[in-house]
């Protein structure tokens, strides 16, 4: 027995791995969780940027739609001072300032449709655009009766839908300081933004123009024009016809050739004291009437209206040449007279 326990070779030991292995899972746990933490860096710098990027477009997108409400703002008090006093401006520029002032508020509605608009902005962009949108048809009514409002016919019906337009303004008004001023100044502080807040804007200064009355004062102010009391008498004669170039006589035929078409020229004198605005000429022959029109004839000059014939006559023609009266015209005896004309 001792023989053989003295020759068994001895055991070997093992070599202690645990605390290997501990390392190892630390430097793996440790490695794990640096990764975390860049992610998660990575991640929050990431929002970071994207919060900062869609801050940016709210701010961009407060601040064009503030730019549009101010020039708005100008429109809208040049607009109403015209209205409100026209000064010595006559029929024809007092039209031609309304037609800039339509075309103006149509630009700025065409610009609110075209914003970029941030996703948080899209219930007050439709807002905006449905007040922008009243605004600007509003500006085109306006504009299209305010020549019939100072001229004579049709005069009072054009005063009446004037006034209605003067509702639409309103209208617009209510929708951008009650929806869309509260909605855009929301989404802003929502994402902490706090200088961008958008502008009061009232196209319609004053209640009293929904008034057809005020309107009807107001345009009845504009030189020349029909709806006011306009001191000084009225009217107007023939100066003067012409057939392509060639002086018409009454009760001497003319002779002129047709091959290039036949225009006559009818010369119009104010011999009076008032500047006479939308002025009618009429040439009537074989059954057919065409008109011309001077838009401005001021006090003791002549005007003359081209009027083409057409289809062109040929052969013999006996022209009727009319002046329409102007507002209260009282003399038209010399509105009138007739030629003869041999078109070859």
């Not at 905006?128 to 504009?143: H, K, N, P």
């Not at 502080?189 to 057809?212: C, Q, V, Y």
């Not at 029109?293 to 009319?322: F, K």
Request: aromatic share 4%; charged share 25%; with cysteine.
């Amino acid at each position: 027995m001792e023989d053989f326990t003295s020759r068994r070779s001895p055991r070997r030991e093992r070599s202690p791995r645990r605390p290997e292995r501990q390392q190892i899972m630390l430097r793996r746990g440790l490695a794990l969780g640096g990764g975390l933490v860049l992610l998660i860096l990575i991640v929050l710098g990431i929002k970071g940027c994207l919060d900062a990027r869609a801050n940016r477009e709210l701010s961009d997108y407060a601040r064009n739609v503030t730019q549009i409400v101010e020039e708005t703002e100008q429109t809208s008090k040049s607009f109403f001072e015209r209205l409100e006093d026209p000064g010595t401006l006559s029929v024809t520029e007092f039209v031609d300032q309304v037609n800039a002032d339509r075309s103006a508020v149509d630009t700025y509605a065409a610009r609110i449709d075209d914003l970029g608009t941030p996703g948080d902005m899209s219930s007050a962009q439709s807002n905006l655009e449905l007040a922008y949108e009243l605004r600007a048809s509003a500006m085109d009514e306006i504009s299209e009766k305010t020549d019939d409002a100072l001229g004579d016919a049709g005069a009072d019906k054009a005063m009446e839908a004037i006034a209605r337009q003067m509702q639409k303004l309103l209208a617009s008004d209510v929708i951008y300081e009650q929806v869309v001023r509260p909605e855009v100044d929301g989404v802003l502080a929502d994402n902490g933004i706090s200088d961008s807040d958008l502008p009061k804007s009232t196209f319609l200064p004053d209640e009293k123009w929904l008034e057809e009355s005020t309107v009807s004062d107001a345009l009845g102010a504009v030189s020349g024009s029909s709806g006011g009391e306009t001191s000084g008498a009225h009217g107007t004669e023939i100066g003067g016809v012409t057939a392509n170039g060639t002086e018409l006589v009454e009760g001497a035929p003319a002779t002129i050739s047709g091959e290039e078409g036949v225009v006559i020229e009818v010369a119009v004198l104010n011999p009076l004291e008032s500047t006479e605005n939308g002025v009618n000429v009429a040439v009537t022959y074989e059954g057919t009437t065409v008109k011309g029109e001077i838009d401005e004839l001021p006090a003791g000059e002549t005007g003359t209206a081209e009027i083409p014939l057409t289809p062109t006559p040929s052969g013999e023609v006996t022209l009727e040449v009319e002046v329409e009266p102007v507002p209260g015209e009282e003399v038209v005896e010399n509105n009138e007279a007739t030629y003869t004309l041999l078109i070859e």
